[in-house]
């Protein structure tokens, strides 16, 4: 950890990315924790996954239509 001079306030910040979907996972975890919902882990952890699946297809979808510009100026 770094000296920070310049903070002359004691300030710990903790950041799990993901923004909104990380947000909703923690809240899914937690509500499963409890007891609140019963849904199956798979379930619980969409978010997450859904995401990444989000961003593999819209990957995949650029890489197709890159592929069929430069084929079509060749």
Request: charged fraction near 10%; include cysteine.
């Amino acid at each position: 950890m770094s000296d920070n001079s310049n903070n002359s306030g004691k300030s710990i910040s903790v950041s799990i990315g993901g923004g909104f979907c990380g947000l909703l996972t923690i809240a899914f975890i937690v509500l499963k924790l409890c007891g609140v919902i019963d849904w199956a882990w798979i379930w619980v952890l969409a978010p997450l996954w859904i995401a990444v699946a989000l961003g593999l297809l819209v990957a995949i979808i650029g890489a197709i239509i890159v592929g069929i510009v430069a084929f079509k100026n060749r």
